[in-house]
């Protein structure tokens, strides 16, 4: 939106600077540029109310005051006698029209009329177009000439599924699709409702009886209709944010007024037709909780000075916001007006107090998290949605996937699918844990925090402990002799069903996390490490390659050089490089290390070509030495 300085200082009290208007314009949040004597607003969608001068003027009554510069038709109107049939009152709740009819010819505009066109760019179309459009500059809402002659007194709108072809006002034919907002006669689309009207029915510089519209249009209704159809509309940009519905009368009689300043006017009447259930939205004032906010401590009198200054107004214990503001609802909205206004640099920082007073289920559960990780387990978090749905799941009635419809009774489906991820992607050491909150309903809903916990496949990578397997006695070492107590209860999960060639047992259990005593980490303490950074390798979306090796080393003095190569191995593609076996013959003297080298691209899938030629320029360090060699290779 584009307005000029001066017609801005027209409608205010005090006469601001540019720089101070411009100042004070950005305290409040509205974003603009200034080029000579025009103001380039980027309002905010959710301030439809801002765009006009009488919008802006609104806002800025908290610094310099409101005035209404403009004159209004103030005399009695007689009621207009239209067939007009609404049939969709949902989306277009209240609408008023004008039939004003002049006599005589326009001269030349006003000075105010003027400069709208001159100064800020705009294209003159018509006469009754030209007010049309600087009402909505001055006022901010949007109306619509017809050119009353071609209406023959009837009129419809509609909110429908239309496939028909409308010829606009500016001669572009566009296929209407889907449902529309629209006015018709005889059932033809006469206007594409909120956004443009059609060229059979325009005003032109013939016109002298005119049929103004002013309607109040359900945002979501015109909502991405201009795009839709490719149409530049200022009327579908602010009516997609929304306009005054109790502004109706008062526009028209503007327009009244406006024409009276050009022409003389043969008669005119208006009618309204008003469906809607105007309610004033209330809040309660409650001060402290928008000190809380804000952390500061306005007085009442400031607090409520600045919100009436906005236009709410004040009714005992409760404010009742203004009709053009669709953006306030709660008492957080009210503490960003009361922001907005006394400047957000003004609001002094506070040293932040800490109390150590940590919920003791909290620190429970971050003792049990610590003594799980401690032990080489992996925390994951899973969404709290399943498919599972038996007689005591609680069902979602808007899923954000229609295959999990259900909150969880149970962590083991989330783990296991986890589990068996990390397996399809050749990891064969899993053990994962999932502290989440569970529900369930009976006669009433019921929620509780439990502890999760699956295991499978080899207890390491090393060669102590390649051979040994995550099993039932693994699991319950760890957890219930660890704390003297039987509290959890593991059970081997079947592999029957799960699309899997592993064949590593599944061990899980599941426990209430208050049902896990404090003293079972009497003995705990979370160690302290020192922090070395590590070159981290992304994670692949292709499949690795694992290669085995056996190592015969007959130098025992080259044992530990063998070793420490291979712990330095280093390559792009190289993902793993671990001893999973070691055997001494003493009688022949020699030592047997197993080594598993695992390849994995993050770029593609690597040929049998690429890995032999990276093999080879590893190993080669290694197999220089003398005494050590490689079988097969």
Do not use: W
């Not at 509205?30 to 000579?36: R, S, Y």
């Not at 380039?40 to 301030?47: C, K």
């Not at 327009?255 to 008003?274: M, S, Y």
């Amino acid at each position: 939106m584009k307005f000029l300085y001066k017609d801005l200082l027209n409608f205010l009290s005090e006469k601001p600077s540019k720089e101070l208007l411009s100042e004070k314009l950005f305290q409040l949040g509205h974003e603009h540029e200034i080029a000579g004597d025009i103001f380039d607003m980027e309002l905010t969608p959710n301030r439809g109310d801002c765009l006009s001068l009488n919008g802006l003027a609104r806002e800025l009554n908290v610094f310099f005051g409101k005035i209404q510069p403009y004159k209004i038709f103030e005399g009695d109107i007689l009621p207009l006698d239209f067939n007009f049939k609404n049939l969709s009152t949902d989306a277009c709740p209240k609408i008023s029209f004008l039939e004003i009819e002049i006599e005589g010819t326009i001269a030349a505009y006003k000075p105010y009329l003027e400069n709208y066109f001159s100064l800020l760019g705009n294209n003159k179309v018509n006469f009754f177009t030209d007010v049309s459009n600087y009402i909505s500059y001055e006022l901010g809402q949007p109306t619509h000439c017809f050119d009353a002659n071609t209406i023959n007194n009837q009129l419809t709108f509609e909110n429908k599924i239309c496939q028909e072809s409308f010829n606009t006002l500016m001669g572009s034919n566009i296929n209407l699709e889907g449902k529309n907002c629209i006015f018709s006669v005889n059932n033809k689309i006469i206007s594409l409702a909120g956004v443009m009207g059609g060229k059979s029915t325009a005003c032109s510089s013939q016109t002298r009886k005119a049929l103004i519209e002013c309607a109040y249009f359900k945002p979501e209704e015109i909502i991405g209709k201009s795009i839709k159809y490719n149409l530049v509309s200022d009327a579908a940009h602010k009516f997609e944010r929304g306009v005054d519905i109790q502004a109706q009368e008062k526009v028209l009689r503007r327009f009244i007024a406006i024409v009276q300043d050009h022409v003389a006017i043969k008669n005119f009447k208006i009618q309204t037709f008003d469906d809607s259930e105007i309610k004033q939205y209330t809040i309660p004032i409650d001060l402290e909780r928008v000190n809380k906010i804000l952390g500061i401590d306005i007085e009442k009198e400031q607090y409520l000075m600045i919100l009436n200054k906005l236009g709410f107004e004040i009714n005992n214990n409760e404010l009742n916001t203004p009709s053009y503001r669709h953006d306030i609802s709660s008492q957080n909205d009210l503490a960003e007006e009361i922001a907005r206004v006394l400047g957000y640099d003004s609001i002094k920082s506070k040293p932040l107090e800490i109390k150590n007073n940590l919920n003791k289920n909290i620190n429970h559960i971050y003792k049990v998290k610590n003594f799980l990780v401690q032990n080489g387990f992996l925390e994951v978090i899973n969404f709290p949605f399943t498919s599972i749905n038996d007689k005591k799941s609680i069902t979602i009635d808007n899923p954000l996937d229609s295959n999990k419809s259900c909150l969880r009774t149970s962590l083991k489906s989330s783990l296991l699918e986890n589990l068996l991820y990390n397996e399809r992607r050749q990891n064969d050491s899993i053990k994962l844990f999932e502290i989440s909150d569970l529900y369930s309903k009976a006669e009433q809903i019921n929620q509780e925090r439990k502890l999760g916990i699956i295991i499978s496949g080899r207890r390491g990578h090393n060669y102590a402990d390649f051979s040994k397997k995550l099993d039932f006695n693994y699991l319950n070492q760890i957890l219930n002799e660890g704390a003297n107590k039987n509290i959890f209860t593991i059970e081997e999960i079947s592999r029957e069903g799960l699309k899997t060639k592993k064949k590593d047992k599944i061990y899980y259990t599941e426990v209430l996390i208050e049902d896990i005593p404090a003293d079972m980490y009497k003995d705990y303490k979370l160690q302290e490490k020192q922090i070395n950074f590590i070159k981290c390798k992304p994670v692949s979306e292709f499949p690795s390659s694992v290669r085995d090796f056996s190592f015969c080393i007959v130098d025992f003095k080259k044992y530990n050089m063998v070793i420490k190569l291979i712990s330095n191995l280093d390559d792009d593609i190289l993902k793993y490089a671990y001893i999973f076996d070691f055997y001494e013959n003493k009688k022949i003297k020699e030592i047997k290390v197993g080594v598993r080298l695992i390849f994995q691209s993050v770029l593609c899938t690597l040929s049998d070509e690429e890995i032999q030629k990276t093999i080879e320029r590893l190993l080669k360090p290694i197999l220089d030495l003398e005494g050590v060699s490689v079988p097969g290779l």
